[in-house]
Structures are given as structure tokens and as C-alpha cells.
T-cell receptor, first 112, second 112 residues
């Protein structure tokens, strides 16, 4: 029962470095999402992909790019990491937008 | 813009007590509402999903109600146990086919 798998689970970056967070789901879902969770801020949507081949900005897209590689995989890229991007990142998927969402275990990212 | 508010932010109760967590949303044109549980350092686990046409959903000791017209939902936990200690998050999707918008959560502690 893999569900939604995120890699890595933990990462420390230096300011200015780049990295890609990986997400894969095995539920044959059409829609995938990236959220960030910060203390006192709740979960905020970064980007989402309603279906393979489409991506849309969420509430906080600045400093991020995404790629819907295929139906299973949706990656999040930080081109030049900043301390403000220190957060816990969650990937999620659902059969379609608006339907029940399933979340991965998160990636804890620290930018120093 | 949809805003979701959860009150209280934190709650501590003795074991065995029945309790209610509150969620309110500003735009009543929702498609569904989901309650999640998050344990410290972990991902989100879906507890209950209520469609906009439904009034309540039940799962074991959990009962979620929805009053769409007043923009409110409650999560009722019966006979609370220390294992119920976690953060509970409420999230809604809009009828306009947009992803989940989250509240900031209620951190529950059940004291043995």
C-alpha cells in the first residue's frame, strides 16, 4: 500500500542551491498537488496538476517550478533556495480535483 | 477567496470526554469538506469526507456534520482516548473545481 511516496524525507540546503522534490502515486489518480506547511500558517497550495500535461499555480508559487512527468509523478523544483523556503512539503493526489485527497509523508526541508 | 478557520487552535481534555472541534469557511459554495488527522512529524490521514449535499458522516467514534448555508462543520469525537492526540485539519474544495483549502488546525491533547 504505497499510496503517495515522497523523496527525500529530509534535506538541508545552502542558500542558492537547487534541488528537486520527487513525488509518485500508485493509485492511478489524475490530479496531483504540492503544499507547504509552516508553523501557524497551515497548509498552503504551491502548484497543482489537474491532469497529466497541465499545471497551475496555487497560493504561493513564487520560487518554485513543477513538472508533471507522467500520470504517476509530479516533481517540485527549487531553482535557488532561500531560507524562507524552509518548510515541510507535502505532495497529494486525488482521482480528480475536488475529490478525496491522499497525502504523502512529507519532505522536511531546511535552507541555511 | 475562500478562508477556513478552526477554533480552538489547541485543546486539552481528560480521557473519556466527548469533544467537538469547529471549522468555519467564508464561501458556502463548497463541493466537499474533508477532515484530516496529522500526527507530529507525519503526513495527513483522511478521516471523513462530507459532500456538500450531505449533513453528516460517521466513522467509529467520529462524527462530522456540515451546515453549508452557515459555513460551518464540526467534528465530534466520542469517548476520547490518549491515542486521539494529534492535530485535526479541516479543508474544503470549491464548486469551481479548485484544490483543497485548509484551516490551520486544532491541536488536541487527550490526557490519561
Amino acid at each position: 500500500n504505497a499510496g503517495v511516496t515522497q523523496t527525500p524525507k529530509f534535506q538541508v540546503l545552502k542558500t542558492g542551491q537547487s534541488m528537486t522534490l520527487q513525488c509518485a502515486q500508485d493509485m492511478n489518480h489524475n490530479s496531483m498537488y504540492w503544499y507547504r506547511q509552516d508553523p501557524g500558517m497551515g497548509l498552503r497550495l504551491i502548484y497543482y496538476s489537474a491532469s497529466e500535461g497541465t499545471t497551475d499555480k496555487g497560493e504561493v508559487p513564487n520560487g518554485y517550478n513543477v513538472s508533471r512527468l507522467n500520470k504517476r509523478e509530479f516533481s517540485l523544483r527549487l531553482e535557488s533556495a532561500a531560507p524562507s523556503q524552509t518548510s515541510v512539503y507535502f505532495c497529494a493526489s486525488s482521482e480528480r480535483v475536488r475529490l478525496a485527497a491522499f497525502f504523502g509523508q512529507g519532505t522536511r526541508l531546511t535552507v541555511v | 477567496k475562500q478562508e477556513v478557520t478552526q477554533i480552538p487552535a489547541a485543546l486539552s481534555v481528560p480521557e473519556g470526554e466527548n469533544l467537538v472541534l469547529n471549522c468555519s469557511f467564508t464561501d458556502s459554495a463548497i463541493y466537499n469538506l474533508q477532515w484530516f488527522r496529522q500526527d507530529p512529524g507525519k503526513g495527513l490521514t483522511s478521516l471523513l469526507l462530507i459532500q456538500s449535499s450531505q449533513r453528516e458522516q460517521t466513522s467509529g467514534r467520529l462524527n462530522a456534520s456540515l451546515d453549508k448555508s452557515s459555513g460551518r462543520s464540526t467534528l465530534y469525537i466520542a469517548a476520547s482516548q490518549p491515542g486521539d492526540s494529534a492535530t485535526y485539519l479541516c479543508a474544503v474544495t470549491h464548486s469551481g473545481n479548485t484544490p483543497l483549502v485548509f484551516g490551520k488546525g486544532t491541536r488536541l491533547s487527550v490526557i490519561a
